[in-house]
């Protein structure tokens, strides 16, 4: 949903919206968040949660298929893309779930579909534990108990945390290192990510758009008191889930997943061939794909009670 073309300086082109597309602020817990949206305002909800290094945006593409019937709802979590920082880095799954929590009482969603990919994940499994009774499906994209705490995924990412660059001398540097990180992404996937994760500053350097050292900060040296062990969690689930993995996913490991079935009948997965831990940018039809199945039989579109 990006424009291929780029400014004269190699800047990226602004990301196109969706027609239904808008924005709005709401202010939690002493900071401003912003929820972006796109569908009818009567459709059935799908709340969308991006992962440790997301945005809103990244929902577009799925949002594009959806809009048509559904209405879609993704935060910029707090210290990403135009929601506030926190000053006290307060980067946790208790901080999430609350902003979570506060933002769908705000947005008075009173049964939604909830769809967490990755960090967003962590908190998508807990608000489902929490408030089983307030939603229709929980759809997980490529996390599972130990995710982000052993095993090669969660290594990468540490790894990329601590080299992780204060900023780039140029859009083609920033560019490069995305590149870099992603070999498997999409040019258009990357483009996004470059868009929408970056920006310019009066030094003429480009930064992050996110809150870079905070959140390395608590991904580096968290506190183990507060780092959520998820298979009680898994375990006392009662809403229908569907965890999407990535066939070539480092992070999600397919015995775990067997192992989630196993112990819970509500929990359902697929695989989708040859896609990484990013499977919404990897293959987003067959993605796609997947939620809608999952969720027509749970409740059809065009019944506007579910919103």
């Not at 912003?34 to 440790?52: K, Q």
């Not at 979570?100 to 939604?112: H, K, N, T, Y």
């Not at 992780?164 to 992404?185: G, I």
């Not at 040296?221 to 569907?242: F, S, Y």
Request: charged share 20%; glycine share 6%; with cysteine.
């Amino acid at each position: 949903m990006l424009s291929a073309a780029l400014q004269f300086n190699g800047a990226p082109a602004s990301p196109n919206l969706l027609p239904d597309e808008s924005t709005e602020f709401h202010e939690v817990h002493g900071l401003r968040l912003l929820c972006r949206s796109w569908g009818r305002a009567d459709a059935p909800a799908i709340v969308l949660l991006h992962g440790l290094r997301g945005f809103s945006g990244t929902w577009r593409t799925l949002a594009g298929m959806f809009c048509a019937n559904y209405r879609l709802i993704a935060l910029d979590q707090r210290g990403r893309g135009d929601s506030d920082w926190d000053p006290a880095c307060n980067y946790y799954t208790d901080a999430y779930l609350g902003d979570l929590e506060a933002i769908v009482d705000r947005l008075q969603l009173r049964r939604f579909a909830l769809l967490g990919h990755s960090m967003g994940g962590t908190s998508a499994y807990v608000y489902a534990d929490r408030h089983p009774e307030r939603l229709t499906a929980l759809v997980i994209e490529d996390i599972a108990p130990g995710s982000s705490v052993q095993g090669a995924g969660a290594q990468r990412i540490i790894a990329e945390m601590q080299n992780l660059p204060d900023s780039f001398p140029s859009w083609n540097a920033a560019r490069d290192y995305w590149t870099q990180q992603r070999p498997m992404l999409s040019a258009a996937a990357i483009a996004q990510r470059v868009a929408e994760s970056l920006r310019e500053r009066s030094d003429g350097r480009i930064h992050w758009r996110y809150d870079a050292a905070g959140i390395s900060k608590t991904r580096l040296n968290p506190d183990p008191a507060r780092i959520v062990d998820l298979w009680p969690v898994v375990l006392r689930l009662r809403v229908p889930t569907l965890v999407v993995r990535g066939e070539r996913s480092d992070f999600c490991p397919a015995a775990t997943v067997e192992k989630m079935m196993a112990q819970n009948p509500l929990i359902h997965s697929v695989e989708v061939p040859a896609a990484s831990h990013y499977v919404h940018d990897d293959a987003p039809a067959l993605f796609a794909a997947h939620v809608r199945g999952f969720l027509a039989p749970l409740h059809a579109p065009a019944d506007s009670s579910l919103s």
